[in-house]
């Protein structure tokens, strides 16, 4: 994970916890209908997002996992005590090393809460592993990377879409193109994790097809990696269904009032498609 998301988790821990509180909960017509905040879920979320690592949230039986997914972090996870809910927030980390923590989570069994920041494989992986969650009103949610790109567009991407080469294509096949192999692997595992969670692998795909098309239509290329789709609660909903047992009105958009932090260092390309600026700035377009 790159050292940016890192540097969130202190700002992270108040500033959208305060922003969502401001924001009033009556529904626009046609928009989805959401639950109401608990001022206790509210207090445990508040004290957790202040509490960084992985940890019981002192004189409860409240489990706060508040930390990026790497084994270090997990297996403190699988250490703790059985608790009456898990509240999750996490800037992501190795969609491989995720499925593991997502094991974890399936053995323990308890209800979880997103709240906050749940990034990269926390949304790929973590989230449609998770059986009862509640979505809490803090909630950013976002998939890192266009994860689904094919090899053909992925080669031909920062180089005026040429076609690959025939020694190109040999050393894909061959799993000599390293940067290729990275970028399939991120995919069969998302496929694979899908299916053993019995959740449509459309999750992935259709967020990912929206940040293609994205990326398509704006003026400056990045690496495929370097794009963030946000989950909104229709996508969320269409695809986890009954495992959603709560849902508060979270960031739904680039433009959302909740999505102050990332406004102030992304770009958006679309309504829920994104690029870091630095990123942007690393792009020299």
């Given at each position: 994970m790159r050292s940016w998301l890192f540097a969130l988790l202190g700002a992270l821990a108040i500033a959208p916890f305060a922003q969502a509180q401001a924001q009033?909960?009556?529904?626009?017509?046609?928009?989805?209908?959401?639950?109401?905040?608990?001022?206790k879920t509210d207090q445990l979320v508040e004290q957790c997002l202040a509490t960084e690592g992985v940890t019981m949230l002192e004189g409860t039986d409240v489990i706060c996992y508040n930390a990026a997914i790497f084994p270090e972090q997990f297996l403190k996870l699988n250490a703790l005590p059985e608790a009456s809910r898990i509240i999750?927030?996490?800037?992501?980390?190795?969609?491989?090393?995720?499925?593991g923590m997502s094991t974890i989570l399936d053995n323990r069994g308890e209800p979880a809460v997103i709240a906050g920041q749940c990034m990269s494989a926390c949304a790929m992986v973590i989230l449609p592993g998770l059986d009862e969650v509640h979505i809490h009103h803090t909630a950013h949610i976002a998939v890192h990377g266009i994860t689904m790109m094919d090899y053909r567009t992925w080669w031909g991407w920062l180089k005026d879409d040429a076609p690959p080469t025939p020694i190109a294509l040999m050393s894909a096949q061959l799993g000599y193109d390293f940067g290729y192999v990275m970028h399939r692997s991120g995919a069969d595992h998302m496929r694979d994790h899908l299916e053993g969670q019995h959740v449509d692998v459309a999750y992935i795909e259709r967020i990912s097809d929206q940040m293609l098309d994205a990326a398509l239509d704006f003026e400056c290329r990045v690496d495929p990696k370097d794009y963030w789709g946000m989950l909104d609660a229709d996508h969320v909903r269409a695809f986890l269904g009954d495992r959603i047992i709560r849902m508060e009105a979270f960031a739904q958009s680039w433009s959302d009032p909740n999505n102050q932090i990332y406004r102030d260092i992304t770009q958006p390309i679309s309504d829920h498609t994104y690029i870091f600026k630095d990123d942007l700035a690393d792009a020299d377009c």
């Open positions: 009033p909960h009556a529904q626009a017509e046609g928009a989805p209908a959401f639950d109401r905040p608990d001022a999750i927030t996490s800037p992501g980390g190795n969609v491989a090393t995720a499925r």
